[in-house]
C-alpha cells in the first residue's frame, strides 16, 4: 500500500473548513509548547545536550548553559566539537557510552573533563539513550552539571580527615568512638593500651568490655549522667579499667557527645594510661613516710643511745662485782642480754632504708624495722 502524506489523509484534508481550523490550533499549540520547552531548557543553569553515539560523537543539539560551562563563545562554535574532544581521557568516552547502551541510561556519573582552554573539571552526567527500528544508536540526551567545586571540597575534607585521622592515630592518649553504647571505632594507641588484636575484639562490642568490672561500669555511668545532669559537656573521670589479657589498670577517663541528653547513641572517649601516675605518687607517699620514719629513727636512736650506754657500763661494773651466781647475778644478766636488744633495734632503726610496714592489733598497721633496716 503506497503511502500517504498528512495532507492526503482524507479525514484530515485541508479543504475541508473544520479541519482547518483545528489542523492551524495543534499546530500553534505544537509551536506554543516547543517555544516554552526552548525557554525552559535555555534558562535552565545546568548543560543540556543531544548528541550522536560512537567513540567520538556529534552534538546535535544544546543549550547555552553547556557553551558556558566548557568556556566556548557561542553555541555554534560548541556544536562543532567532537564529544569525546571534550574528555580528559578519550577512552573515557568508549566506556560512558558502553555503560549508556548496557544499562539504557546512567545517573550522576562523574566524568573527568576539561574546558576549550584545556582546564581540567569534573562533571556529573545523566543521560539516556534512542534507538531506531533498526537497533542503532540514534542520539543520547543527557544534562551535565559542573561539580569541579564540589570534587574540590571532597578532596579537601577527605585530606583534612586523612590528617585528622593520621593525627588520633599516633596520639599518645587512646581515643574511641561509641555509637548506641557500642564501639565503633578505636584509634592505634586505644588498641595497643587494651591488647587487643584486631577489629573484631572491640568494633560493634559493648562499652563495658573495657571496664574492670560491671559495678566499675555503673560507677562511672552514674558519674556521667549526674555531670551531664548539672550542666557538664565534657565529663572526666578516673576509672579502673580491664585489658585483654585480664589485667587491671587505672586510667583517666574523658567522654564528650553532641548530643548530652543521650550520651549512648553518639560519643567521643578517651582513655589516658595513668598507672605510673599512680605508681609514681604512691613511690612518692613512700619516700614521704620513709623520710619520716627516717628522722624519728635517728631522733630516737640519738635520744637512746646513751641512756643505753650508761646502763650497759653500770652493768659491766655490777657483773664484775657479783660474779658469784646469785639471784642478783641472774637478773643483772636478763637485763644485760635486753640492753643488747636495745641496741639492736637501735642498729636496725638507723639502717632503715626502706618503707616496710606490718599489721598490727586494732586494724592499724606499725613499721616492720626487721624488712625496713639494711642492718643484721
Known amino acids: 500500500m503506497q503511502e500517504k502524506s498528512f495532507s492526503e489523509n482524507p479525514e484530515h484534508n485541508s479543504e475541508q473548513p473544520g479541519n482547518t481550523v483545528s489542523l492551524k490550533l495543534s499546530e500553534k499549540a505544537l509551536i506554543e509548547s516547543e517555544e516554552e520547552y526552548k525557554t525552559l531548557v535555555e534558562n535552565l543553569s545546568v548543560g543540556v545536550y543531544r548528541n550522536t553515539g560512537g567513540p567520538h560523537g556529534q552534538f546535535i543539539q544544546a543549550n547555552t548553559a553547556i557553551v558556558k560551562i566548557f568556556g566556548y563563545d557561542s553555541v555554534e562554535e560548541f556544536m562543532k566539537v567532537s564529544v569525546s574532544d571534550l574528555y580528559m581521557r578519550s577512552e573515557d568516552r568508549k566506556s560512558f557510552i558502553e555503560e549508556v547502551k548496557q544499562k539504557?541510561?546512567?545517573?550522576?556519573?562523574?566524568?573527568?573533563?576539561?574546558?576549550?582552554?584545556?582546564?581540567?573539571?569534573?562533571?556529573?552526567c545523566t543521560a539516556t539513550i534512542k534507538y531506531d527500528e533498526n537497533g542503532n544508536i540514534r542520539w543520547i540526551d543527557g544534562i551535565i552539571e559542573d561539580i569541579s567545586d564540589r570534587k574540590k571540597t571532597e578532596d579537601m575534607l577527605q585530606h583534612t580527615n586523612e590528617i585528622l585521622s593520621n593525627i588520633l592515630s599516633a596520639s599518645p592518649i587512646g581515643i574511641g568512638l561509641i555509637e548506641n553504647d557500642l564501639i565503633s571505632w578505636a584509634n592505634h594507641e586505644m588498641i595497643k593500651m587494651f591488647g587487643f588484636r584486631d577489629k573484631e575484639n572491640y568494633t560493634k562490642k559493648s562499652i563495658k568490655i573495657i571496664y574492670a568490672s560491671e559495678?566499675?561500669?555503673?560507677?562511672?555511668?552514674?558519674?556521667?549522667?549526674?555531670?551531664?545532669?548539672?550542666?557538664?559537656?565534657?565529663?572526666?573521670?578516673?576509672?579502673?579499667?580491664?585489658?585483654?589479657d585480664g589485667t587491671t589498670f587505672t586510667g583517666h577517663f574523658k567522654l564528650s557527645s553532641p548530643d548530652p541528653l543521650n550520651v549512648s547513641?553518639?560519643?567521643?572517649?578517651?582513655i589516658h594510661d595513668i598507672s605510673w601516675r599512680i605508681k609514681s605518687e604512691k613511690e612518692k607517699m613512700q619516700?614521704?613516710?620513709?623520710?619520716?620514719?627516717l628522722e624519728m629513727a635517728g631522733a630516737i636512736c640519738h635520744e637512746m643511745n646513751q641512756p643505753i650506754q650508761t646502763i650497759s657500763t653500770y652493768l659491766e661494773i655490777l657483773l664484775s662485782e657479783n660474779k658469784e651466781k646469785t639471784g642478783l647475778h641472774?637478773?643483772?644478766?636478763?637485763?644485760?642480754?635486753?640492753?643488747?636488744?636495745?641496741?639492736?633495734?637501735?642498729?636496725?632503726l638507723s639502717g632503715i632504708t626502706r618503707y616496710e610496714t606490718l599489721d598490727y592489733p586494732s586494724g592499724i598497721k606499725i613499721i616492720d624495722i626487721h624488712k625496713s633496716s639494711r642492718a643484721e
Open 104 to 124: 539504557g541510561f546512567v545517573k550522576g556519573k562523574e566524568l573527568q573533563l576539561k574546558k576549550k582552554d584545556g582546564t581540567p573539571m569534573w562533571g556529573s
Open 215 to 244: 559495678s566499675e561500669y555503673e560507677r562511672v555511668a552514674c558519674i556521667i549522667n549526674d555531670k551531664i545532669r548539672k550542666g557538664g559537656d565534657i565529663v572526666d573521670v578516673e576509672a579502673s579499667f580491664r585489658r585483654s
Open 265 to 270: 547513641k553518639k560519643a567521643i572517649f578517651t
Open 287 to 293: 619516700k614521704e613516710k620513709l623520710q619520716g620514719v
Open 330 to 348: 641472774d637478773k643483772i644478766e636478763k637485763i644485760t642480754s635486753q640492753i643488747e636488744r636495745l641496741k639492736m633495734i637501735t642498729k636496725k
